[in-house]
């Protein structure tokens, strides 16, 4: 079955564009999607990486008020009255953190002027036990030198953080482009899309195989790419996009532009309000939001100025009966008026369609079983983009290359699938190094990544030196299911929770990890001898064929 296709003259455009802008963004996109795909667990895999949250949490009543007076009591330099952060924990993420800021950095970064007195970059995090009720800094210090889970790292990989200034910038374009390419793949298999499809076969050439799968796999997973292709946009070319939308709609007034749609973001207060000793209970606060809203839990609690008249505190909330519910109330403590209500079934338009992609994105609906069907299709991709770069490599190996062409596209292909290749593995020495480097030492997170990032890039290095892509995929594949198999053995031998005492503890998330490298080292190897044998086929094949040609030739 053929549908109405483009023209010659159109289809060929759209080819070239495609190819081009495919192999260009390539490994840019595959370390996109495979960091996001292990980001959209991040909270499944927080108790793996915290050992102390290892703890059943089911159900967390907080006391707001012994946790800040415990801060002030432990912490001398905590400013309090300035700006606090209280996340409450869940399941997940058993444990409750605190955002305070300090005065000695507070004071200090005044006076440089190196950090705004507004930048969250000041705070210092602290983590509360809710069972053990105690309190202590969290291994990252402050937040601008970031947090040392693994979740987070990978996390910020995925929106190229780690390159100053212009990565989340980069990230954007590449975004943009891969929005491209997936329209111009559609338009030029458009005419035989039906046909393709169901055509799909692993038999024949290499240069077939790779073709039938790039295209099946690519129609298969199509609308979810488009979504991440245009919701990662957005999110890292935001500022090229609200700042038009700023100045047409709100006049270039950034702050009521900001009101729209995060109205708490624009609270003030008066740094010359006098204390107050009448104000609200925070408890009671919290009491009372929870008996207006009964349908709503309270995930963060934010109090400005607390301990002066004009203390305002804003919960952000959610409801988990209904899609994107999430929503912002703020409350003044002097008197208890409501001064902010954003609640998830009366948002106004541009507050929930800006809300609504960040729950696209985030896979923050559907429970366990969207955020597996989005790591797989993830994953999809970048069998897609892999096998897009060796469709552009075998296409061009043909009589009108010359060698030295030929050679130049043989050593890109190799660069590309060292550089994509070698992040599986490296991230496996990511958990390793969560494990066996001790929480203890100094600069826990900083010897973390870089035993990540190093690794990747002596993987990447020794990929350069096999001769050809089936010999480094399936070398590349040996090495992960190595590593990954090591994975549990590093959590059982430091920690002692072996997977099989989380199974029957019921800490499902812990052991849930521990089971994903075991898959993952069995399919490694699985697939590694799988192309082992297919490539002996093969040069069997050809050495059978060449001797055939010399006797008929004799």
Request: net charge positive; charged share 20%; hydrophobic share 45%.
């Amino acid at each position: 079955m053929k549908l109405k296709g483009l023209s010659n003259r159109a289809f060929n455009i759209f080819f070239h564009t495609h190819t081009v802008a495919g192999i260009v963004i390539s490994f840019a996109l595959y370390i996109i999607f495979f960091a996001g795909a292990f980001t959209i667990f991040r909270s499944e895999f927080y108790q793996w990486e915290n050992p102390e949250a290892r703890i059943i949490l089911k159900e967390n009543q907080l006391d707001y008020e012994q946790i800040i007076q415990k801060v002030q009591q432990e912490y001398k330099d905590a400013d309090t009255e300035k700006n606090l952060i209280i996340r409450s924990g869940t399941a997940k993420e058993p444990l409750t953190t605190i955002w305070v800021p300090m005065k000695e950095v507070v004071e200090k970064a005044t006076k440089n002027k190196k950090v705004s007195p507004k930048s969250r970059a000041e705070l210092i995090e602290l983590s509360y036990h809710p069972i053990n009720k105690t309190l202590k800094v969290s291994e990252g210090k402050f937040q601008k030198e970031g947090t040392t889970t693994i979740g987070e790292t990978l996390f910020r990989l995925h929106y190229f953080s780690q390159i100053p200034l212009i990565g989340s910038y980069l990230s954007g374009l590449v975004a943009f482009f891969f929005l491209f390419a997936s329209i111009t793949g559609v338009l030029i298999h458009w005419r035989n899309i039906i046909t393709k499809f169901y055509g799909f076969s692993i038999k024949g050439t290499w240069k077939q195989i790779w073709t039938n799968a790039h295209t099946v796999f690519g129609l298969i997973g199509l609308p979810f790419q488009m979504m991440y292709a245009v919701t990662g946009a957005f999110y890292c070319l935001s500022i090229l996009l609200l700042a038009p939308a700023t100045l047409v709609f709100f006049n270039g007034d950034q702050k009521a532009a900001l009101a729209a749609f995060r109205p708490d973001r624009v609270i003030e207060v008066n740094e010359k309000s006098p204390v107050s000793s009448t104000l609200k209970p925070i408890n009671t606060v919290i009491g009372e939001i929870k008996k207006r809203n009964p349908e709503l839990e309270i995930s963060n609690v934010t109090i400005k100025h607390l301990g002066r008249e004009d203390a305002v505190l804003t919960a952000q909330v959610k409801d988990e009966s209904i899609f994107n519910g999430y929503g912002v109330i703020g409350i003044t403590l002097k008197d208890g008026k409501r001064i902010v209500e954003m609640l998830p079934k009366e948002k106004t338009y541009i507050q929930a369609v800006l809300g609504a992609i960040g729950t696209i994105h985030f896979a923050e609906f559907g429970g366990i079983s969207l955020k597996i069907m989005f790591f797989l299709l993830a994953l999809i991709t970048c069998f897609i983009i892999i096998s897009g770069v060796l469709i552009w490599k075998e296409a061009r190996n043909k009589k009108e290359y010359t060698e030295k062409q030929k050679k130049f596209h043989h050593r890109i292909t190799m660069w590309y699938l060292a550089i994509c290749f070698g992040l599986f593995p490296a991230t496996a020495i990511l958990f390793m190094a969560e494990r066996f480097i001790p929480i203890t030492l100094s600069n826990h997170s900083f010897w973390v990544n870089t035993s990540f990032f190093s690794s990747w890039l002596l993987l990447m290095i020794l990929g350069l030196f096999w001769k050809n892509e089936s010999l480094l995929t399936k070398r590349f594949l040996y090495i992960n299911g190595f590593l990954s198999l090591i994975v549990p053995i590093s959590n059982g031998i430091s920690t002692g929770d072996w997977f099989w005492k989380m199974l029957v503890n019921q800490q499902f998330y812990v052991a849930a990890v521990d089971i994903f490298w075991l898959l993952t080292a069995l399919i490694s190897i699985v697939l590694a001898s799988t192309i082992l044998n297919k490539s002996d086929e093969t040069k069997k094949m050809k050495t059978v064929s060449m001797i055939k040609n010399n006797e008929q030739l004799a």
